[in-house]
């Protein structure tokens, strides 16, 4: 099985980029992974953030495949600890699936249509982050989880 992580916009921070392509390094020794950068909605001041929702769908809709499970990093998903967390991947990679698609939407979240087409929902927090740090939590908490279903001493309980 392959995972990628769609986003839309580009990670600019410096630290924040760094990190993630280190982790990304560190997750390939365990499964195919790739991180999908769509670009932000042009022109957002003159959108509603309906607008600016549906321009970023039909983008994310666009980067899915129909035999995708497709699960949306969501302030109102299902929350994990580390452990429940690798065990919900473990489950994900037993169901035959090709390709395991975690999605961060833009600003205002996701529109109607991604909504209606994911799988799952997933909550890293209760906290707010902002976009480009989520990237960086979700593919240490993906590394976290290969090390621990692999028995390995990066996570402690």
Same mark, same amino acid.
């Given at each position: 099985?392959?995972?990628?992580?769609?986003?839309?916009?580009?990670?600019?921070?410096? /630290? *924040?980029?760094?990190?993630?392509?280190?982790?990304? +390094? %560190? =997750?390939?020794?365990?499964?195919?992974?790739?991180?999908?950068?769509?670009?932000?909605?042009?022109?957002?001041?003159?959108?509603?953030?309906?607008?600016?929702?549906?321009?970023?769908?039909?983008?994310?809709?666009?980067?899915?495949?129909?035999?995708?499970?497709?699960?949306?990093?969501?302030?109102?998903?299902?929350?994990?600890?580390?452990?429940?967390?690798?065990? /919900? *991947?473990?489950?994900?990679?037993?169901?035959?699936? +090709? %390709? =395991?698609?975690?999605?961060?939407?833009?600003?205002?979240?996701?529109?109607?249509?991604?909504?209606?087409?994911?799988?799952?929902?997933?909550?890293?927090?209760?906290?707010?982050?902002?976009?480009?740090?989520?990237?960086?939590?979700?593919?240490?908490?993906?590394?976290?989880?290969?090390?621990?279903?692999?028995?390995?001493?990066?996570?402690?309980?």
């Amino acid at each position: 099985m392959k995972i990628s992580l769609i986003v839309v916009g580009k990670t600019s921070t410096g /630290y *924040l980029k760094q990190g993630i392509d280190e982790y990304v +390094k %560190r =997750l390939r020794h365990y499964i195919a992974f790739d991180i999908q950068y769509l670009s932000d909605a042009k022109n957002t001041r003159n959108m509603t953030e309906a607008q600016q929702k549906l321009t970023e769908g039909q983008q994310i809709l666009a980067a899915i495949d129909s035999s995708d499970h497709v699960v949306l990093l969501d302030e109102h998903g299902t929350q994990y600890t580390s452990v429940k967390f690798a065990h /919900y *991947l473990q489950k994900r990679f037993n169901s035959g699936n +090709k %390709r =395991l698609a975690f999605v961060v939407g833009g600003p205002y979240g996701f529109s109607e249509d991604v909504y209606a087409r994911a799988n799952d929902k997933v909550s890293l927090s209760t906290l707010t982050f902002s976009h480009e740090m989520v990237r960086l939590i979700f593919i240490e908490q993906l590394y976290r989880s290969m090390t621990i279903l692999n028995h390995e001493p990066y996570h402690h309980e």
